[in-house]
């Protein structure tokens, strides 16, 4: 995986619907290229899938993420554990047992219960729990019809199905499922991502952990990282409850250029406190919101 793959990546993290056209515009490299690379990376198992997920399934429902080293001799069986409870989205497993755990609530009042079985499970002693902020998930979107359900659960495990594949399963014409799924992107009811695999690769994905100085804002950050990073930085998050903390991800071929990117910032004198882990591998999970949508979504066969 090269500069210009990880690139792609982040384009079709930010948007897995964008199509391979526009990926060679913004790209400025031939449509047979960027064909070929992202066949490679789905080939490769970089990238595991292509999803679509409606937003705000729940008035009261929450992102969260904690974070901190889990003491479990058998780490992986403990993961998979975990993640049948069915509000684990997505585990990292970092070097020297660190682990992050994105949960999705379906109410906030769940977090308490939420947090006990991630500490118990993972035998977690010291952790940190935050809950996300997403500013591309609006606060308060239109209810879902029952066709765009059925368009949500048919292209939940793959974004790029065609409109007319779609159509035909869910018997309607392919200019309704544009129209319909161009209307919920349009209003903030679905995003549309990868899951995606670095570890599978030679590179690199580190996640570090940046507590800002007093006068330092978040977005001044992020904006810097942006500049003076590209394209080492991958994605960051944001929590509602640590005004003066961020998550981010970066990017390198090798431990060094990751110690180099860390002294960089360590030196840019933002930080109070920069630490660094090392992502071993991704695990991805269903929810209770995945099978909310694959329920509502279901198509009644005629008797």
């Keep these: 995986m090269d500069e210009i793959d990880l690139i792609i990546i982040k384009e079709l993290w930010a948007n897995s619907r964008i199509t391979i056209r526009e990926l060679s515009d913004n790209l400025d490299i031939s449509v047979n290229s960027v064909h ?16 679509l997920v409606p937003v705000n399934l729940h008035p009261a429902s929450a992102w969260v993420l904690i974070f901190g080293k ?7 069986k403990a993961i998979h554990k975990l993640g049948k409870k069915g509000n684990i989205n997505k585990v ?22 939420f947090t006990e079985d991630v500490v118990r499970e993972l035998a977690i002693e010291d952790y940190t729990f935050g809950i996300l902020t997403d500013g591309e998930m609006k606060d308060e979107t239109p209810p ?19 409109m007319s594949d779609v ?16 209307k919920m992107e349009e209003e903030g009811s679905v995003y549309a991502r990868i899951q995606w695999q670095p570890a599978v690769g030679s590179e690199i994905i580190s996640y570090m952990y940046l507590t800002l100085k007093p006068g330092i804002t978040r977005q001044e950050v992020i904006t810097d990282l942006s500049n003076d990073f590209t394209p080492h930085f991958i994605q960051h998050y944001e929590f509602s ?14 431990l060094r250029q990751i110690n180099d990117l860390q002294h960089d ?15 071993y591998k991704a695990y991805h999970f269903d929810t209770w919101a995945h099978e909310y949508v694959r329920k509502m979504g279901e198509i009644k066969k005629s008797q």
């Design 70 to 76: 889990s003491n479990s001799p058998s780490l992986e």
């Design 167 to 182: 159509a035909k399963e869910l018997s309607v014409t392919p200019k309704t499922v544009k129209r319909r799924l161009a």
């Design 36 to 51: 070929k690379r992202v066949n490679n990376l789905v080939e490769e198992g970089i990238i595991e899938s292509f999803i």
């Design 265 to 279: 910032l360590k030196e840019s004198g933002k930080f109070k406190k920069v630490t660094t882990n090392v992502q």
């Design 241 to 254: 409850n640590l005004p003066d903390f961020l998550l981010v991800a970066i990017w390198g071929k090798t």
């Design 92 to 113: 990292v497993s970092c070097l020297d047992n660190w682990v992050m755990i994105n949960g999705h609530l379906r109410k906030i009042s769940d977090l308490n219960n």
């Design 144 to 162: 879902l019809s029952k066709l765009d359900y059925q368009i949500c659960n048919s292209m939940a495990n793959n974004s790029r199905k065609s």
